[in-house]
């Protein structure tokens, strides 16, 4: 289980972006993730690595902790 699913897909729909979108934003950035493995870590069935999770940062335009906020 990863603790930063839920605030994935809530910042990714603040942003207006669909899982496709987001996905292609990681991809852009050097992380190579399909839909529906983005579908597994929203829904918290797949964990996510350090480095996965500032890749996310990064194709979201966020600072880490941010991913982090509701977690805590």
Known sequence: MNVIGPQIKRLR???HMTQEELTAQ???IGWNISRST?????SQVRRVTDSEVALMAEALKV??????EEAE
Request: net charge negative; glycine share 0%; with cysteine.
């Open 38 to 42: 983005l579908a597994k870590v929203e």
């Open 26 to 28: 990681c991809n852009l």
């Open 63 to 68: 600072e880490i902790s941010k991913l982090y």
């Open 13 to 15: 729909e603040q942003n």
